[in-house]
């Protein structure tokens, strides 16, 4: 049993109001929220940092079951009942701890928000003591944790919004949001871009919501539903054993990002190539700018990022080639229920000589290959379809249909040259083949441990006793 978790957007409607949006004024009250957020967040993070040994306090706890008392760690939850008595005035306890008057300083704060804001400074402080001290554990001057930023998305606790739905019309959707005007604390409406696919997911049997997020950026705002799945999936060892099971083999590359071939009583019943239609390329020219201009001002300036909207592009572009390309993989997947997902395990990066460009594009590659191997593992256990990561040891150099030692070539002009990373792959046997494929069906083989992936015999340690 696991669970699954996904997030759906849903984009508030922003534009000016003769065109169905929220005015400016709407708007200005969602940055206003997200600042007294911020600031009641560094107030709780400030709290909770000057009072170190609480967040660790040993108390007694009884056993639900057994009712016998033990000692363990502070819970959360008696943490935020403490930090709210110690600092909100109430008319059993009107004053709180002196210099610690939130009441005083956020006055009217509505109370879910507050508890949101405590029990995420709370994980920041808590995450930030660790550090700490396994930093001055280590005795090394470098490494040394900074200080925990307070900003974050605001999280919308039960009472701080209302998706309201008109079910007979999509368009005329809104979320209410409870948000500070500047003034005071007020609920307004607020259109969104409300569509089918949102409402196919929000209602979709299994999947249950959780607190959602409100997203503030420059370029407009949205509400984050997240939603979570209980997930019950057979056991790799259990599905190994099953003989009609099938294995879904994904084969990562730069240009041809991913071959997919699925295999089903030893022979490959489906192969799927998903291209990169050129962003390789794309994002090469983009790199190759950036490391110009770095070249031109000097050395980067410490702190500051240079090139900021190129790199968002970059990045961006990397996250949707692997939202697509990931879809690409479970859609597959989702042919062959109870299937089991291949990956080979990820290698590390090797530095070879080359510009400083053709390595940032290297780099980006490779995070891109991580990136897609990341969430189609999240997307295909939402469908119940469990992950592996094989030994990916010679799966491109081997040869996928008789297991002896081939190698790999490209065609240039009219003449075969063998080349590291060639196109096409050829061995002894006489197969010849695109090499990604080779590579995707060899993921298989070492998955079942065959030919070149056999299980190691255990070396005997040397004879002691004689
Ligand atoms: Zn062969």
Redesign the pocket.
Known sequence: MGQASRTTKLLLDLSAREEGGANSEKRGYLEATVALLNRARAFYLDFFLAHPAKLTERVPVTSKTTREEREATISTDQLLTWAEFQTVATQEHPTPMTGWNFSQQFPDFPNRYRRSVIKDSLGKARGYLTAMATWQARGKKKGKPGLPAPRNHPTLYDGTHSLELDALDLRHTFVRLKVFTGKQWRWVNYPTHYNRFFEKRRTEPGWEMESPKLIVRKQGAAVHFLQTKEIKAEKIVESKKNPDVVTVAVDLNVKMLAVVTVRQHGKIIETVFVRDHGLDQHRYQHLKQIARKQWQSGKAVKGERSNQDLWRHVKRMNQDAAHTTAHAIVEVCQKYPGCVLLFERLRKMKQGAMSKSRRLNRKQANQLKGQINQVSKEKAYACAVVTVEVNAHGTSQF?A??G?R?ERFSIRGSQANKERGGKLFR???G?VVQADFNASVNVHHSFYQEWHWQPRRKKRPHALSG
């Open positions: 040869c249909r008789c002896a081939g061995c002894a046997c197969y």
